[in-house]
């Protein structure tokens, strides 16, 4: 079983707001990851990390950064929100190994208007 | 590079009726696991399985099994007597040992069972 926390779980907020989602796991992952997911589905790999002081741009172009200095926090942070980053933002954690499956947090669904 | 294809979006099906949901994969790497994740309307995503690709036999977990069939690159997942708590997305996954191993997402497949 998983632990992994992400807050808020919904956000609404207005154009040109800054806003930092958290993203929290005490399993002791090296390995981080957001993922977008717009309303048909799909999921789209926005970022990720493979420890402390590392991290990775992923598939789809994104406005958003992340950090990682902790290891069991990986916050992603939108300077400027607008209404084309109304999504819904997934965590997930995994170990080290290429085989560790990933685990994902609950989500938050956040609407800029 | 890798690839998922999942070539159903919706499948709807009546309360005790069998559904597989197909998966399709495309990898040059010899090493590589695959997954099936569920997605429920709150949200979350569920790890249901994983399979690496030296392990082909089929897995069975309650109403749930798995048929991993390396020779049509396919790991289809079939739910025997559906019930409306299956009602979610399935996504169907894959990873290997090359590159930084993200996993590649199929687009889901949704599953309505109702009543």
């Known amino acids: 079983e998983a632990d992994i926390y992400q807050t808020p779980r919904y956000l609404v907020i207005g154009t040109g707001k800054k806003i930092t989602l958290e993203c929290s796991q005490t399993?002791?992952?090296?390995?981080m990851y957001w993922y977008q997911q717009d309303p048909g589905m799909e999921l789209h790999l926005i970022h990720y990390?493979?420890?402390?002081?590392?991290?990775e741009k992923g598939d789809l172009s994104s406005e958003s950064t992340v950090s990682r200095i902790r290891t069991e926090h990986f916050p992603l942070t939108l300077e400027s929100a607008r209404p084309s980053h109304t999504s819904q933002y997934l965590c997930a954690s995994s170990g080290v190994g290429h085989e560790e499956t990933q685990y994902f947090g609950p989500g938050t669904r956040l609407l800029v208007l | 590079a890798q690839k998922v294809t999942q070539a159903q979006t919706e499948i709807s099906v009546v309360e005790k009726e069998d559904v597989t949901l197909d998966c399709v994969y495309e990898t040059r790497d010899t090493t590589y696991y695959l997954f099936w994740y569920k997605q429920p309307p709150s949200g979350e995503l569920v790890f249901l399985i994983r399979r690496n690709s030296f392990d082909e036999q089929n897995e069975i977990s309650g109403r749930y099994s798995w048929n991993f069939q390396k020779s049509t690159s396919s790991f289809n997942f079939t739910i025997t007597a559906s019930q409306v708590v299956d009602s979610a997305v399935y996504f169907c996954?894959?990873?290997?040992?090359?590159?930084?191993?993200?996993?590649?997402f199929g687009k889901g497949t949704m599953l309505l069972v109702s009543p």
């Open positions: 990390s493979y420890g402390v002081n590392s991290t």
């Open positions: 399993m002791g992952h090296d390995k």
């Open positions: 996954a894959l990873t290997s040992n090359s590159g930084y191993s993200t996993l590649t």
